[in-house]
């Protein structure tokens, strides 16, 4: 076979067989296929689409580029959890406790922050003294008894991903629904869940910048799910605006730990997603109905049993011996107060400004290679619906570095305002296998 020709194929909108997707894959693995070519194959890709047998196709080939992990030895019903991205999106790190706190297990492999979206990883390290490497076993093990476990996954899962993965975000062509689906499944049954619920993001500040696009590329989830025998349930749900109060590293995991001590007090819309997320992944491994699942979820999160769970997580990963203080209060060395300049209801706050500039303020990476400031970041104040009046403080950015001042401005054109009431809560659409 010619890689060659496969590409001419895919130029001309033809259907590529499970033989030509497979040897593309094993091909750039082992780096007979060089990137240029790759990017060829890519962009036709992107451009012409893959229909649902070539997109299955590819998931498999991805799926067994590199270990499977097996999760046989962790008794019980295991259950998994993804979000294709957002700004504050700390959802992991609480419904993972709180789904574990039902008896439930989650196993989790997370990813670090890609541009201005997140990453559940660089959340955990922004406590002092945690560790999310573990070897296959640790992680085995954890899961087995705290019920849950966090952390990066190994070299060897899905090495097709990573490598088509970085091309991709070089030569435009992240973009691609049939890959988004193919990336992000061929991880999923790589961690070898039972079930799983995925959360995809839509609006300003995620990749699918609509409610349709997020909706056609659940779907796509879903079948290829179906095609492995695994449950799966998508929550469409809005980006628009930044999720919950904080964005950056350690201020989002301050406020998803003060959510488990406290969720009477916490920012609804956050509050709303964790409920919706966690009862999902309960009703999957449970086969109990939505309410009963509901109920249970209410019902725990209103008991200590995950702020244990989440205490057992951070003991178990910590580096070394010594405890890890998980007092999560901290200042950084600058921060500027962000003031409203006009009266009327918040009616949003743009997710995408937001995650640039907690980008900039050093939360998040431009390279690889950046180091974060863990302690940078932007803090809402007022939220969605709130009404202000004008020279409230709206929010608050934060950095170790010295701050820009022209960050006041952008923070204040994310604001958008209304003179009549807006709905504080986001609706969110949910699709099943
Ligand atoms: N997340 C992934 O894991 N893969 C994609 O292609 C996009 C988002």
Do not use: W
């Not at 990883?121 to 076993?137: H, P, R, W, Y």
């Not at 969720?263 to 999902?280: C, F, G, K, M, W």
Request: with cysteine; glycine share 8%.
């Amino acid at each position: 076979m010619n890689i060659l020709d496969v590409i001419e194929k895919k130029k001309n909108k033809k259907q590529l067989s499970s033989a030509e997707i497979q040897f593309f894959i094993d091909g750039y693995v082992n780096d007979t296929i060089k990137d240029y070519q790759a990017s060829a194959l890519l962009m036709a890709i992107r451009i012409n689409g893959l229909d649902f047998e070539e997109t299955l196709n590819l998931t498999k080939s991805m799926l067994y580029s590199g270990e499977v992990i097996d999760l046989h030895s962790v008794e019980g019903y295991k259950v998994d959890k993804h979000s294709t991205g957002g700004i504050g999106d700390k959802v992991t790190l609480i419904v993972a406790p709180i789904v574990a706190a039902l008896g439930v297990k989650v196993a989790k492999l997370s990813g670090r922050g890609l541009g201005i979206t997140g990453g559940t990883l660089d959340k955990l390290e922004a406590i002092d003294g945690v560790s999310i490497d573990l070897t296959e076993q640790q992680f085995i093990d954890q899961v087995n008894t705290i019920g849950f476990a966090i952390a990066g996954q190994t070299q060897n899962l899905v090495p097709a991903d990573k490598k088509l993965y970085a091309l991709r975000d070089v030569t435009g062509t992240v973009d691609s629904l049939p890959l988004i689906a193919s990336s992000i499944m061929s991880k999923k049954l790589a961690s070898g869940a039972d079930g799983m619920v995925i959360d995809v993001k839509y609006g300003s500040g995620a990749f699918c910048k609509t409610m349709e696009v997020a909706q056609e590329l659940a779907e796509i989830m879903i079948k290829i799910a179906e095609g492995f025998d695994k449950s799966i349930v998508t929550v469409l749900s809005s980006m628009n605006n930044p999720l919950g109060r904080t964005v950056g590293n350690k201020n989002e995991v301050k406020e998803a730990y003060d959510l488990l001590l406290d969720p009477d007090h916490a920012d609804e819309n956050l509050l709303n997603t964790i409920v919706e997320v966690s009862t999902y992944m309960y009703e999957v491994a449970s086969k109990n109905s939505h309410e009963h699942s509901k109920q249970a979820v209410l019902d725990v999160l209103h008991s200590n049993l995950p702020v244990e769970k989440f205490e057992a997580m951070i003991h178990a990963q910590r580096l070394s011996n010594e405890q890890v203080d998980i007092n999560l209060t901290f200042e950084a060395k600058n921060n500027i107060d962000i003031p409203a300049t006009e009266a009327g209801y918040v009616k949003a706050i743009d997710a995408e400004t937001i995650g640039h500039i907690s980008l900039e303020l050093g939360a998040g990476r431009h390279t690889k290679e950046d180091v974060l400031d863990f302690n940078a970041g932007v803090e809402l104040l007022k939220v969605k619906g709130d009404y202000v009046e004008v020279g409230d403080i709206m929010m608050k950015i934060y950095s170790d570095s010295a701050i820009d001042p022209s960050f006041v401005d952008k923070a204040q054109n994310a604001v958008e305002y209304s003179s009549s009431p807006v709905e504080k809560l986001d609706a969110k659409v949910v699709l099943k296998s």
